[in-house]
């Protein structure tokens, strides 16, 4: 089975386009497939005029083949942006989807322009993966305004609760927790787990778990993504880029 997706090239996190069958002249393999397209594999050359960026991908042994086709997506050339690309999957199976996408979305990266487009891309992204994470699967079970973890005491703000600074004892409520939703969107609060909900519900958001944040951020970036608690996001995109 082959499945067909439009991928548009701006910051949008939610552009992945499922499509019939394209009308295109070369594919660039990202693994070696078959069938009845005229291959060209080196993707280091994708300047063709008036070509629209097409890429193949199999499925077969996906999981296993995820860190050598990355190594091919690495080697795209940047220049060659256009307003979007085209992927086919070859033998496609839904089960494998979460790991099509992060593909898909590392061939994006690679071709977004500049180096803030690329984290603010990555960030938001995960961003939104988290945001679902914790809704699809009532991580948290609020109930009365009071998570799982705080049902037997007297707070309504969970996680949101901080010691106000390393030389004082006074817990504090965050200061972007405004009418009750988080008026900031922190990565790092996104991906924290209480102690509770990792005892119990065995949950726990790591970065090399994560894709886009494993591959394309270097140690110290990870280090800052994990510790910049209650930072609102561009001064957390500023430290990446310093960083980068």
């Known amino acids: ?61 996906i999981v296993k083949e995820k860190d050598k086709i990355f190594r091919k997506i690495k080697n795209i050339n940047k220049k060659s942006l256009k307003n979007f690309f085209q992927v086919i999957v070859f033998n496609y199976n839904k089960n494998d989807k979460i790991h099509i996408f992060d593909l898909i979305k590392s061939i994006k990266v690679m071709l977004l322009p500049t180096k803030l487009e690329k984290y603010d891309y990555i960030y938001d992204t995960v961003c939104d993966y988290l945001d679902n994470e914790f809704v699809c699967k009532n991580i948290c079970d609020f109930k009365d305004d ?11 703000c969970g996680c949101c609760r901080h010691f106000k600074s390393l030389f004082s004892n006074k817990i504090v409520q965050c200061k972007y927790l405004i009418n009750k939703r988080c008026s900031t969107k922190c990565l790092t609060c996104k991906m924290f787990t209480c102690s509770y909900i990792v005892k119990n519900k065995k949950i726990k958001f790591r970065i090399r778990d994560i894709f886009l944040l494993h591959k394309f951020f270097n140690p110290i970036q990870k280090i800052i993504i994990l510790t910049s608690y209650f930072t609102p996001k561009e001064k957390i995109l500023n430290r990446l880029l310093m960083c980068g």
């Open 1 to 61: 089975m082959e499945v067909y997706y439009k991928v548009k090239l701006d910051k949008k996190i939610n552009d992945i386009e499922k499509i019939d069958k394209p009308n295109i002249s070369h594919i660039y393999l990202l693994t070696e497939t078959k069938g009845n397209y005229k291959y060209h594999s080196k993707l280091k050359n994708l300047n063709e005029d008036n070509e629209i960026l097409t890429f193949a991908l199999d499925c077969n042994n």
């Open 146 to 156: 009071k998570c799982i973890a705080k049902r037997d005491f007297n707070c309504t």
